[in-house]
C-alpha cells in the first residue's frame, strides 16, 4: 500500500514562492505518474501538474504554466511542487497524487497567498 504524506504549505504574499513536497512510503514510486491537485471549498478537485513515470513528460493547464514546475526523485520516493509568482486564486489546499493501476492521494497541505 501506498502512503503520500505533502508537506510545505503556508502562507505567502502575492508574488511570492512555496515549494510543496510529497514523500511516499510503503514501496517505491518509481514506476507511478504522479501529479499535483488543488481545492478550494465548492469546487472539484483541479489538476495544476503531472509527470510521467519516466519524468519525461509534464502538463499543465494555463493557468499555472511558468509559474509552477513539478520534478521526482525516486531514490528519495518524492515529488515536488515548485510554485513561482504565486496569486490569491493560487489558494487551495494542494493534494499529491499517485497512479499505476489505481489513485493514491494524500491528505492535502493548505497554500494561502494573500493580496
Known amino acids: 500500500q501506498l502512503q503520500l504524506v505533502e508537506s510545505g504549505g503556508g502562507m505567502v504574499q502575492a508574488g511570492g514562492s512555496l515549494t510543496l513536497s510529497c514523500v511516499a512510503k510503503?514501496?517505491?514510486?518509481?514506476?507511478?505518474?504522479v501529479g499535483w491537485f488543488r481545492q478550494t471549498p465548492g469546487k472539484e478537485r483541479e489538476n495544476v501538474a503531472a509527470?510521467?513515470?519516466?519524468?519525461?513528460?509534464?502538463w499543465y493547464p494555463d493557468s499555472v504554466k511558468g509559474r509552477f514546475t513539478i520534478s521526482r526523485d525516486n531514490a528519495k520516493n518524492t515529488v515536488y511542487l515548485q510554485m513561482n509568482r504565486l496569486k490569491p486564486e493560487d489558494t487551495a489546499v494542494y493534494y499529491c497524487?499517485?497512479?499505476?493501476?489505481?489513485?493514491?492521494w494524500g491528505q492535502g497541505t493548505q497554500v494561502t497567498v494573500s493580496s
Open positions: 497524487n499517485a497512479n499505476y493501476t489505481r489513485d493514491y
Open positions: 510503503g514501496r517505491s514510486f518509481s514506476e507511478y505518474a
Open positions: 509527470l510521467s513515470y519516466s519524468g519525461g513528460i509534464t
